[in-house]
């Protein structure tokens, strides 16, 4: 009832002059003046307009400056960056909507189901650490939001090269773009199963390269590469890929590299992986 009264308090004093004054003059009732103000003259109706006025203030003021904070948003799905069509002959139009509004919404789907009153409150980067103990919900489901949505990200129909600090970091622990690329390759090959190749950074800038099963990555503790930040990662579940190279798995991976979006994985390298950040995309 305090808290009532004073709002009402604060809603009086807060409605403008105007809402004092007749809507426009009339002979009766006549005007008084009180403490410089014009007021209009004390009558039933124009007490009620004033309170009136107040009390939607007030009711304002309680529903929105008093109530409780709003709960967080779920995650929702990220759009496409580019037309699903834009990556073609590399990946094809079909695969793109089929991999991005059904599976990686299945994933998003799923990950708001296992928090639930949790959704979105917490960043997806600071679901990964603990995913794998958290239970197959979060861990399957909030590592595939995180891979999927870092997937698409750094893709561009757009050539681009890598900087000129990626390229040193690539040549210094590989020896040259193309061996970066042929062991990374094999790591994806040779991956049995599902799962995902990673460029991965320690926090002093040297790179590796890891493979994770399922939609793990290295972000999560007990993962293969824990302590490194991935960067970047190619999907080789059959999903990526199956409509358009069915089981050549290899023949995607040659492809998918002229699709890679060099500018934003050296993006992702100076901001984070080479400072020992994890990626926000």
Same mark, same amino acid.
């Given at each position: 009832?305090?808290?009532?009264?004073?709002?009402?308090?604060?809603? @009086? =004093? !807060?409605?403008?002059? !105007?809402?004092?004054?007749?809507?426009?003059?009339? *002979?009766?009732?006549?005007?008084?003046?009180?403490?410089?103000?014009?007021?209009? !003259?004390?009558?039933?109706?124009?007490?009620?307009?004033?309170?009136?006025?107040?009390? *939607?203030?007030?009711?304002?003021?309680?529903?929105?400056?008093?109530?409780?904070?709003?709960?967080?948003?779920?995650?929702?799905?990220?759009?496409?960056?580019?037309?699903?069509?834009?990556?073609?002959?590399?990946?094809?139009? =079909?695969?793109?909507?089929? &991999? &991005?509004?059904?599976?990686?919404?299945?994933? $998003?789907?799923? @990950?708001?189901?296992?928090?639930?009153?949790?959704?979105?409150?917490?960043?997806?980067?600071?679901?990964?650490?603990?995913?794998?103990?958290?239970?197959?919900?979060?861990?399957?489901?909030?590592?595939?939001?995180?891979?999927?949505? @870092?997937?698409?990200?750094?893709?561009?129909? $757009?050539?681009?090269?890598?900087?000129?600090?990626?390229?040193?970091?690539?040549?210094?622990?590989?020896?040259?773009?193309?061996?970066?690329?042929?062991?990374?390759?094999?790591?994806?090959?040779?991956?049995?199963?599902?799962?995902?190749?990673?460029?991965?950074?320690?926090?002093?800038?040297?790179? $590796?390269?890891?493979? $994770?099963?399922?939609?793990?990555?290295?972000?999560?503790?007990?993962?293969?590469?824990?302590?490194?930040?991935?960067? @970047?990662?190619?999907?080789?579940?059959?999903?990526?890929?199956?409509?358009?190279?069915?089981?050549?798995?290899?023949?995607?991976?040659?492809?998918?590299?002229?699709?890679?979006?060099?500018?934003?994985?050296?993006?992702?390298?100076?901001?984070?992986?080479?400072?020992?950040?994890?990626?926000?995309?």
């Amino acid at each position: 009832m305090v808290m009532r009264r004073s709002t009402l308090c604060l809603a @009086l =004093a !807060a409605v403008p002059a !105007a809402a004092f004054l007749p809507a426009a003059p009339r *002979a009766t009732p006549s005007l008084r003046v009180s403490g410089g103000i014009q007021m209009a !003259a004390d009558t039933p109706n124009s007490r009620r307009k004033v309170l009136g006025t107040a009390a *939607a203030f007030a009711a304002g003021v309680l529903s929105h400056g008093l109530s409780t904070p709003v709960a967080a948003a779920p995650f929702a799905l990220p759009p496409l960056p580019y037309d699903y069509k834009s990556l073609e002959p590399s990946i094809d139009e =079909a695969t793109m909507k089929f &991999h &991005h509004d059904k599976h990686f919404n299945a994933y $998003t789907t799923n @990950l708001n189901a296992a928090l639930g009153e949790k959704a979105g409150s917490i960043p997806i980067v600071e679901l990964q650490k603990g995913a794998i103990t958290a239970g197959p919900g979060i861990r399957n489901n909030g590592g595939g939001f995180y891979n999927h949505g @870092l997937f698409f990200e750094e893709m561009s129909q $757009t050539k681009s090269a890598p900087s000129i600090e990626l390229t040193k970091a690539i040549d210094d622990a590989f020896g040259s773009m193309d061996a970066m690329q042929e062991k990374f390759g094999a790591a994806g090959a040779g991956r049995f199963g599902s799962g995902w190749a990673w460029l991965c950074s320690d926090k002093d800038g040297k790179l $590796t390269i890891v493979s $994770t099963p399922n939609q793990d990555n290295p972000l999560m503790e007990g993962a293969d590469g824990y302590g490194t930040i991935p960067f @970047l990662g190619l999907d080789v579940w059959e999903h990526a890929y199956y409509l358009k190279y069915q089981n050549l798995r290899p023949a995607y991976i040659k492809e998918w590299w002229n699709v890679v979006n060099w500018a934003k994985v050296s993006d992702y390298y100076a901001k984070y992986a080479s400072k020992g950040q994890p990626v926000v995309w």
